[in-house]
Each structure stands twice: as structure tokens, then as C-alpha cells.
């Protein structure tokens, strides 16, 4: 994953270490023809199809961190492993290691919530279940799609991605 993204990214304005998604040398062109236009483009299209393309999380995932506001896609991502819990212990580890870490308050990675879906999921949480978090994580992911999504589809990084994957499949046609 990292390899496909790593031909098509490009130094940002404001994350100058693109380095960790860069491939081996001699891996880079056949990995980087592997991520089409079509599929770079498509994820302008919902904020849904992005999530839901592994290229596409992981590009929106580097673009967050670049703003320092990677909390939230790292809160929905452990919430959508969290839904996918079958044993009541793992459950119960899993709900309080999210709450702790990302409900809290002054949780290290506290997202942005009001105090009636804090106080709602802490209640929520003394009994746990898979749908536990289920109304918080949508409380974020529609700050995400409506706030941070449009941001990303303007970044000079996904205008890059655009151009480069364009670019590749130029070279492939001729």
C-alpha cells in the first residue's frame, strides 16, 4: 500500500518527508502503473468510496497527519476494528484503550465532540457492545467529510496524486 502511494506522492508544502511510502528503487515502476487515474480520481467522488479504498485511507490518512489532525481517522479506523470484536473480554480492552486514548477528556488523542456524546458514549461503554460507538464514530466521520475531505481533494498533495497517476497512464498508452 505504501509503494503505490509513495510513486505518487510528491513533497507538500507542509510535510516535507514523504520517505517512508517511497518503494525500493527497483520496484518502483511496476508498482506505481498498479494505482490508476480512475481510481485516484474516483475518491473525489465520496468521502465514502475514499474510506473504503485502502490507497485512498491511506492517502487521506498522510494528508491528516501533515495538519496534525490525524486523530480523527485513526479514532473511525479503531472503532471500525472495534465493530469487528466477537469476544466480550477483547471488547471491553478494546472500548476502554478507544475511550482513554481518544474520548476522554485530555485524552492524548482527544477528538472533537460535544459533552452530551462524551458523556452518552461513557454510559454507553459501561456495558459494551459492538454498536457501543457506533453514534460517536458517525459524529466524526461528518466532521471528517465535511471538513477535513474537501480539504484533502484541494491538497497539492491529491492534485498531485491526480496529475501523476494521469501522467502514468499517458506514458502507458503510447
Not at 492534485?159 to 506514458?171: F, L, S, T
Request: aromatic share 10%; hydrophobic share 30%; proline share 3%.
Amino acid at each position: 500500500m505504501k509503494t503505490r502511494l509513495g510513486c505518487l506522492s510528491n513533497k507538500s508544502d507542509s510535510y516535507s518527508d514523504f520517505s517512508e511510502f517511497l518503494p525500493p528503487a527497483h520496484e518502483t515502476t511496476a508498482r506505481c502503473l498498479k494505482l490508476s487515474t480512475d481510481e485516484v480520481v474516483r475518491w473525489s467522488e465520496s468521502f465514502d468510496h475514499l474510506l473504503s479504498h485502502k490507497y485512498g485511507l491511506a492517502a487521506f490518512r498522510t494528508f491528516l497527519k501533515t495538519e496534525f489532525s490525524d486523530e480523527n481517522i485513526e479514532f473511525w479506523m479503531a472503532c471500525e476494528d472495534y465493530k469487528k470484536i466477537k469476544s466480550s473480554t477483547k471488547l471491553v480492552s478494546k472500548a476502554n484503550k478507544i475511550f482513554k486514548e481518544f474520548i476522554d477528556i485530555q485524552a492524548p488523542r482527544e477528538v472533537n465532540i460535544d459533552y452530551r456524546t462524551r458523556e452518552k458514549t461513557k454510559q454507553s461503554l459501561e456495558d459494551p457492545s459492538p454498536t457501543s460507538l457506533n453514534e460517536v464514530q458517525a459524529k466524526v466521520y461528518s466532521l471528517m467529510e465535511k471538513d477535513s475531505y474537501p480539504r484533502f481533494l484541494r491538497s497539492k498533495m491529491y492534485q498531485d496524486m491526480v496529475n501523476r497517476a494521469h501522467a502514468q497512464g499517458q506514458r502507458r498508452s503510447v
